[in-house]
């Protein structure tokens, strides 16, 4: 395993941490102010909020960091570790980077939120949901993969966006 590879795992792992407790903040605040139960909620309006209140956020943290002056999210800082791109075209490929590689988290979202659905209202989860529900678990291991082959310069959704991670030279 090469430097840039080990830096960008642990990089992911203490961004991941940011992200979770970023989560429980937000469950904990929506816990003592709103009394309300998952299962009674219109999927598209679970999905909505979550969106709004979980996913927009966190790819926006990940967006403004890593196109600003440092292109880093706080991980990625720590382990020196930078965001480039080809041509200066920050907003749409650091945006497009986002937004792939937080897509199987908004797909396995969805699943989970028609899942939860149609168990509230007694019938069967369709099989439509359960690929929802696949597919985000077969997209990040692709994902990692490409990572893992690349050592850590960029994975599939790097390579669409235009984008590579790179070690800072100090």
Partial sequence: MTRQLINRILAWTIDFGIIVLY????????????????????PYFGQLIGFLTLTLPVIAYSYLTEKSKWKATIGKRILNLMVLNR????????LLRNLLKYLPWELAHTGVHWMIYFESVGRETPIWTWVILIVPQI??????????????QGGIYDRISGTRLQLKTT
């Fill in 23 to 42: 989560a429980v903040l937000l469950f904990t605040l929506t816990s003592l102010f709103f009394e309300f139960k998952q299962a009674s909620l219109n």
């Fill in 87 to 94: 041509e200066n075209k920050t907003f749409k490929s650091v």
């Fill in 139 to 152: 997209m990040v291991f692709i994902y990692f993969v490409s990572i893992v082959i690349s050592k850590g």
